[in-house]
């Protein structure tokens, strides 16, 4: 697939659960061939409904776009697709290659084909030293490796992850990203729903915020984050917000918990928090005079850098843009 | 197919991890081992080297080849798998589907490229096998033990695998449909049972109307017969009567005979209006009989499905009754011609009602629980 093409384009996608429920209220989301994707969103958002609507697991009230230029619910697509719901439960009868042959089988794989597959998805996520063991003696991450493994095993061209590191320790989440990073690098789509934003940061290129049913913000995390960018200066010591106001002749108006805000005279934001003095600015070249400044007047500086908001600042930002609870 | 060979072999792979499955498979062996511990003699039963003379079951009335296919029919398959294995099976495979339909394991299914119709069916069909295999396994150690022990052969004896299938699809189809709609082992296990208990008291019902009514036939016969005999008897006294007009002098018969006539016209009458009231009991036991069978066509008969095997396997000339001579009472003839109009009213019920009506009963069901099943959001 080119990477140009849209693996999922999705438009007004409503769910309605009764009367009451208004689960999605028309969501529109793309999401790129070959990128890794990340859907956020607090608590009750809809994500795992979403997911379900592109899964066919849930019925959408209303659904336009395309899964891998197919209609949304267009069983046979499913066959290119690879899936691991939140909090999966395999049959516990069944041991870990068991379930990834089974599930091969569900995927319409010929046996010998499956055969391969199986082997080769056990040595990826790691799990090949207790595949045939029975589920039910498994760890929780032990189950999320073969999870992952059985979403794979037919080599689909997009992978959607509910939750996929939920109960996996550090390690396992490592070797979770170097799998995600391989495929992406194969040219395959990830989808991922989690809420470790940070694992998401890791891995996603582009991102979507869903709040109350409906996709607030969409794009790479660069784009969002570009307006958003500000820069630190580090001070050896608190050198006291009197000395500092002076030497950057500001004056302090404002205070927001530990810190103290106020303006530059070329109108800049500034932010001081014990030796730490934020510039809310995203030009590099806003920082240069109040670097000259605090070294005119002796003080010691030990870091500049610039600081990107993290996904879990924009989701509380777009959550408290648009009234949503976490 | 790859993918509904998955789900079969997956059914069976289920059905080998319950402890309840390999406990009730040794119980069918046990069973099996006890049909092959009974004998039948000229003289009685025979329970491995001990004889027990009975004059009225013996291989004189039931030969050995027809004693094992009856203990079979009736130990084996109407006690054995019909009831105490069937509640084994319904225990082990009620929570197949509620647990298929556990969010997290329903979702893995329903992502793959499989329509939500195939996937209940193949998922109903597996839940079957637990059912096909117990059958299969206890029906070839029956046809060992009656080859071994009653030296026949008898492959008919393999029709109990679908008639023992068909009658316990019944009963599943019943806990799949509650287990959909409820998704709860329990409730679907618990209710199946209930309702199969009151299939079991309707059946009952049936039964014992029936003989009330096949004696009540019987008695309204038999005053025909004596109506019969009466008025025939009355003819010849009336054909006798111009002789007797010219009585022999001396002789006092001639007083009496009119007395005779009255008392006879009296029989005939009271006989006649016996039969009458016989008849108006049978009318009323017909209402209920015809009540009862027009509440069990809509149900499932699962009693008469599994009697089924009894009416091919077993000849009723071979049937263990009680022996009736020349010097039997009036009462034990009623009794043996009320049994025989029973059984044959019972056999006489077509094998096309009997499971026809009762498929239509399950598939009723299946399709409202795959509807359910296709409509819902997991």
């Not at chain 1, 070797?175 to 891995?203: C, P, W, Y």
Request: hydrophobic share 45%; with cysteine.
């Amino acid at each position: 697939m080119p990477v140009d093409d849209l693996a999922i384009d999705l438009n007004h996608v409503e769910k309605r659960f009764g009367r009451s429920v208004h689960a999605l209220r028309g969501v529109n989301m793309q999401v790129h061939g070959g990128e890794v994707f990340g859907l956020l969103g607090p608590n009750g958002a809809g994500k795992s409904t979403l997911v379900k609507i592109m899964m066919t697991v849930v019925h959408a009230s209303h659904a336009t776009g395309t899964i891998l230029g197919r209609r949304i619910g267009h069983k046979p697509t499913l066959k290119r697709i690879g899936y691991l719901p939140e909090h999966a439960r395999f049959p516990s009868y069944l041991s870990g290659r068991q379930v990834i042959d089974f599930f091969g089988a569900m995927a319409k794989m010929p046996r010998p084909q499956r055969r391969v597959r199986v082997d080769q998805m056990l040595e990826l996520v790691g799990a090949a030293e207790y595949a045939d063991r029975k589920i039910k003696t498994y760890s929780k991450g032990m189950q999320q490796r073969i999870g992952l493994a059985q979403a794979m095993v037919h080599d689909p061209d997009l992978l959607v992850l509910d939750e996929p590191t939920d109960g996996v320790d550090p390690i396992g989440r490592r070797d979770i990203r170097e799998a995600l990073t391989q495929i992406r690098d194969d040219g395959k789509t990830v989808f991922i729903n989690s809420h470790l934003l940070s694992e998401l940061e890791m891995v996603c290129e582009r991102v979507a915020f869903l709040v109350q049913g409906q996709v607030v913000k969409q794009g790479r995390i660069e784009d969002l984050t570009f307006d958003q960018v500000h820069y630190q200066i580090v001070l050896h010591r608190p050198m006291g917000v009197e000395a500092i106001g002076s030497a950057l002749a500001v004056e302090w108006d404002g205070q927001i918990g530990a810190s103290v805000t106020g303006k530059t005279a070329e109108g800049l934001l500034l932010e001081l928090t014990d030796s730490t003095l934020t510039l809310r600015s995203s030009d590099p070249l806003d920082a240069q005079p109040l670097i000259d400044r605090l070294r005119a007047a002796d003080m010691v500086i030990t870091d500049v850098r610039s600081v990107r908001p993290t996904l879990e600042e924009l989701l509380l930002q777009a959550v408290g843009e648009n009234g949503g609870a976490s | 197919m790859t993918q509904t060979t998955a789900l079969l072999i997956d059914g069976y792979r289920q059905v080998n991890d319950k402890k309840l499955f390999w406990i009730t498979l040794g119980l069918s062996g046990l069973v099996v081992a006890i049909i092959a511990m009974l004998g039948v003699t000229p003289e009685g039963l025979k329970i491995l080297i001990w004889e027990l003379k009975n004059p009225v079951f013996n291989a004189t009335v039931m030969p050995p080849a027809e004693f094992y296919k009856y203990v079979f029919t009736t130990l084996g398959i109407s006690i054995w798998l019909a009831w105490i294995a069937s509640i084994l099976a319904l225990v082990s495979t009620g929570s197949i589907f509620p647990d298929f339909l556990a969010q997290g394991s329903v979702d893995l299914v329903l992502s793959r490229p499989i329509g939500r119709v195939k996937l209940f069916f193949v998922k109903y069909l597996s839940g079957l096998l637990f059912a096909a295999l117990q059958v299969t396994v206890f029906t070839v150690g029956s046809f060992l033990v009656i080859g071994v022990r009653g030296g026949v052969w008898e492959p008919g004896l393999f029709i109990a695998i679908p008639v023992f299938v068909l009658f316990f699809s019944y009963l599943f189809s019943i806990c799949v449909f509650l287990g959909v709609l409820s998704r709860s082992s329990m409730l679907a296990i618990l209710v199946t049972i209930l309702l199969w208990f009151c299939l079991f008291i309707v059946n009952s019902t049936d039964g014992m109307v029936s003989m009330i009514k096949a004696q009540m036939e019987v008695k309204v016969e038999r005053l025909e017969r004596e109506l019969a005999e009466a008025q025939a008897e009355s003819i010849v006294t009336v054909e006798a009567e111009p002789d007797a007009e010219a009585p022999v002098e001396g002789e006092s018969e001639p007083e009496t005979q009119p007395e005779e006539e009255a008392e006879s016209a009296a029989d005939i009458e009271h006989l006649a209006d016996r039969i009458e009231d016989a008849r108006g009991e049978v009318r009323t036991i017909q209402r209920v009989a015809d009540t009862i069978i027009g509440i069990k066509t809509v149900m499932p008969k699962t009693g008469e499905t599994i009697g089924l095997l009894e009416r091919w396997l077993i000849d009723t000339a071979h049937l263990p009754r009680q022996r009736v001579d020349g010097n039997a009472s009036r009462w034990q003839l009623d009794q043996r011609a009320a049994e025989d109009k029973l059984i044959e009213n019972l056999r006489g019920r077509s094998v096309s009602w009997i499971i026809g009506t009762s498929v239509i009963f399950e598939c009723v069901l299946l399709l409202l629980a795959c509807w359910r099943f296709s409509r819902r959001d997991f």
